[in-house]
């Protein structure tokens, strides 16, 4: 499969406990991003990376949440302290960027997590 | 930042019909606009995308117009079929200089086909 993954599919964890989540973007990809999707909503924006540089994360909902991509691969998206309201969908999507054309962004199939 | 908003929410057509989406927004800066379609439990999917230098893109039955000025932009479905039932979700987004940033989304519309 060459899209993009996310691992893992479905997470349920308990209140307070610190879950991470993994993205492998399509392998020539530059830019990956991770979106926030609740029920009935859009994705919303969270953060994103070109290569290893992270070019936005002030969009990231609290100080619980953080992302890396340290060689400039796959990203990881930690939230720690997880709260009841943290229960979302979390989507992972990468984009190839030319010098001048804006590419499609291309999302995984997401990562589910429930907050008990 | 960017506000991105979608109307009906929901949709409901005769097969065969044509559905109009309709999203504004409020960033004079964005300049990308996509429309994802999601299918229920799965992955958003582009279906087609426009940039502030066209007005109108078609592909087959899906046709995009884009009113910079007005700052809206519209998807139409021709001659739906029961497949076109799903979400239909607009965006915007500014090009930073190599690519888009993150996209802004709107609420969604469900589009339901009657057969």
């Known amino acids: 499969d060459t899209g993009v993954s996310q691992d893992p599919r479905h997470k349920i964890t308990k209140r307070g406990q610190n879950v991470t989540f993994r993205c492998d973007p399509i392998?020539?990809?530059?830019?990956l991003y991770w979106y926030r999707q609740t029920l009935g909503q859009g994705p919303e924006f969270l953060t994103y990376?070109?290569?290893?540089?992270?070019?936005?994360k002030s969009r990231l909902l609290s100080d619980r949440f953080s992302a890396e991509r340290p060689k400039g691969s796959f990203s990881t998206l930690e939230i720690q302290r997880t709260e009841q309201g943290d229960s979302a969908m979390y989507l992972c999507?990468?984009?190839?960027?030319?010098?001048?054309?804006?590419?499609?962004?291309?999302f995984g199939p997401g990562t589910r997590l429930t907050v008990l | 930042g960017e506000n991105v908003e979608q109307h009906p929410s929901t949709l409901s057509v005769q097969e065969g019909d044509s559905a109009v989406i309709k999203c504004t927004y409020s960033?004079?800066?964005?300049?990308?606009f996509p429309w994802y379609k999601q299918e229920l439990g799965k992955r958003p999917q582009l279906i087609i995308d426009?940039?502030?230098?066209?007005g109108e893109k078609k592909d087959q039955r899906i046709a995009v117009t884009l009113n910079k000025t007005a700052k809206h932009f519209s998807l139409h479905i021709t001659e739906t079929q029961p497949e076109d039932s799903a979400v239909y979700f607009c965006?915007?987004?500014?090009?930073?200089?190599?690519?888009?940033?993150?996209?802004?989304f709107g609420k969604g519309t469900h589009l339901i086909i009657q057969p």
């Open positions: 999507a990468s984009s190839i960027t030319g010098t001048s054309v804006i590419d499609e962004q291309f």
């Open positions: 392998s020539e990809h530059n830019r």
């Open positions: 990376f070109q290569n290893e540089a992270q070019l936005e």
């Open positions: 960033d004079s800066a964005s300049n990308y």
């Open positions: 426009i940039r502030s230098n066209v």
């Open positions: 965006a915007a987004s500014p090009d930073s200089g190599g690519g888009a940033d993150g996209l802004t």
